[in-house]
């Protein structure tokens, strides 16, 4: 027989009649709010546990073989990157020997190159300071009529005020 709510009530209220309500109430938790073959003993969670044990089991030994996969794969891995690495270094060896014969072929222009540029800076340097002599001395001649236009202007304010 299925044990329902109202199987309970009518319970509920005959415990009551004859022993009281304290009681009936102390009585009724007792009893599992589901029917007794929903309820789990110490012998199904054992055997819950023994499967979740074999579970796990079978997990880890997943996650050890993969690790050992990814073990191997680095090992490859790191294999290549030090083929690369003897690789480049030859690779980087041969620019350097490139760079030091550009080195060398680029000191002997700039030799000839700062030979040319001082001798044009000592040739010019007449020139610049003809060119600076003329700068200078109009600089000072429109200074010179400014300051008197300035003069003359502030006496004739002076003069009428």
Do not use: N
């Amino acid at each position: 027989m299925a044990i329902d709510e109202r199987t309970r009530q009518e319970l509920y209220r005959r415990l009551e009649e004859v022993l009281g309500a304290s009681s009936a109430v102390a009585l009724m938790e007792y009893l599992p709010p589901v029917g007794w073959a929903d309820v789990a003993t110490k012998h199904d969670l054992g055997a819950l546990e023994r499967r979740m044990d074999l579970r796990f089991a079978r997990v880890e030994e997943r996650f050890a073989g993969l690790e050992q996969q990814m073990d191997l794969r680095f090992a490859r891995v790191e294999e290549r990157f030090a083929g690369l690495e003897q690789q480049m270094d030859l690779r980087f060896a041969r620019v350097e020997e490139r760079f030091a014969g550009l080195e060398q072929r680029i000191d002997l222009r700039c030799g000839h190159i700062e030979q040319r540029v001082e001798d044009r800076i000592t040739s010019s340097s007449a020139d610049l300071r003809a060119a600076f002599e003329h700068g200078l001395r109009s600089q000072t001649t429109t200074m010179v009529f400014a300051l008197v236009s300035v003069v003359l202007t502030m006496a004739g304010f002076v003069h009428f005020a």
